[in-house]
């Protein structure tokens, strides 16, 4: 990410560019992931609520793409963009937090999105209708069909009291891969 966006008195100005934007070209305001400080990595972006119309903001192309054409891609580029401090979302410098966080819960429904259609439902059919010689029907004889029985157990990141954020962020008894260095 090579956007910056400057504090200059009570605004920021953003020079820069944003691939991916989706609803890019019809959008009212965009959610910017830009570096606010010179600091690491991790802990230089905020993320900006920034409004599409401001003099400075250039919708460059909307990108073709091989899927999800429910809604559009596009290509934005920032000449000089002012945009009130007031419009940072959470705490400055931590956008990179915030944007991984969000990262996570898309994808889960994105992976739930793809499982449905004809897959889902025959799976939902298949779980509706216990086996009668299945060794778990006849431990566990609940009328009830599993696809029901297990729908409040699922958990997402964003649920309070959700630990699945909890159980991520412990560090796994043995390391894997390169130890991470603050």
Known sequence: IK???VKKGDEYVINGGKMWTTNGTQADWM?????????????????????MNLPGVHVARKINKIGMWSSDTAEVFFDDVHVPCKNIIGQEGMGFTYQMLQFQEERLWAVA??????????QVQHSSEPDPNSIRTKRNSSP?????????????PSEPGSNLHQ???????????IPYQD
């Open 3 to 5: 956007t910056k966006a």
């Open 31 to 51: 959610c910017l992931l830009a570096n606010t400080s010179d600091g690491p990595p991790h802990r230089n972006k905020s993320l900006i609520c920034l409004p």
């Open 113 to 122: 999105n793809k499982s449905g259609g004809p897959f889902y439902e025959n």
């Open 144 to 156: 009830e069909p599993v696809s029901n029985r297990h729908q409040n157990q699922v958990q997402t």
């Open 167 to 177: 159980n991520q962020t412990k560090t796994p008894s043995e390391p894997r891969g």
